[in-house]
């Protein structure tokens, strides 16, 4: 969806190294989300932001630190990639609203870390 | 707790074939289900949603999913499979009562429509 975007697609690094993975959208939304996806074990959350000023860890936080930069732009660090932070990372939007809970994806960063 | 179960890792159809890819939920409260559809190199992309009204939900690509409270199912249907529906899709659910607003997923049906 072109109205969420993620950069970089793709990112080999090495362990130990500190990367910074960004996500910015035109949606307007409020809520933002980063989300790891490993082959079978699906979606997993690892921070979500309800407005600048309101951040919370998911399921997965460990490793992890996000920054809210405006209400468009939400950012992943991994402060010190390891192996097992091997995976395709998707940031995701959604509307507040009950009615428009529908969230809206990034194409993803593929991250490979040796 | 909220979960999401899709018992099924893989489902393969034929094409012209009528599909189902399953979904149950766990939830504490009335649930908000959503259906998500990834294909290959590409992130989510939203399918359908249950939020209130007919149990019967129709969707993007000829896709429709059947709310059933007393199952705690949202299975997802589509009477005449295409080769190009072969994908990865993904059951989600938020309870309805929830301030947090976040989704629960299920761990994905990879789904094969083979000529």
């Known amino acids: 969806d072109a109205d969420v975007t993620q950069t970089p697609r793709n990112r080999i690094t090495k362990t130990g190294k500190r990367i910074m993975l960004e996500c910015s959208q035109t949606?307007?939304?409020?809520?933002m989300y980063w989300y790891r996806q490993d082959p079978g074990l699906g979606l997993r959350l690892i921070y979500y932001s309800f407005d600048v000023k309101d951040i919370n860890k998911g399921e997965i936080s460990d490793g992890y630190s996000v920054s809210r930069q405006a209400q468009a732009k939400f950012s992943l660090s991994l402060e010190s990639a390891i192996p097992n932070q091997t995976a395709l990372y998707f940031c995701?939007?959604?509307?507040?609203?009950?009615?428009?809970?529908?969230?809206?994806f990034g194409p993803g960063t593929r991250l490979l870390v040796l | 707790a909220q979960s999401v179960a899709q018992p099924e890792d893989q489902v393969n159809v034929a094409e012209g074939n009528p599909l189902t890819v399953k979904c149950t939920y766990s939830?504490?409260?009335?649930?908000?289900l959503f259906w998500y559809v990834q294909y290959p190199n590409r992130g989510l992309q939203f399918l359908l949603k249950?939020?209130?009204?007919?149990?019967l939900v129709k969707g993007s690509y000829g896709f429709e999913a059947e709310f059933n409270k007393s199952q705690t199912s949202f299975h997802l249907k589509k009477p005449s499979a295409l080769v190009s529906d072969s994908a990865l899709y993904f059951c989600?659910?938020?309870?309805?009562?929830?301030?947090?607003?976040?989704?629960?997923f299920g761990r994905g049906t990879q789904l094969t429509v083979w000529p």
């Open positions: 249950y939020i209130t009204g007919d149990n």
């Open positions: 949606k307007g939304h409020d809520r």
């Open positions: 989600a659910v938020r309870d309805r009562g929830s301030t947090l607003g976040r989704l629960y």
């Open positions: 995701a939007t959604s509307d507040p609203r009950p009615d428009q809970e529908t969230q809206y």
């Open positions: 939830v504490s409260g009335n649930p908000y």
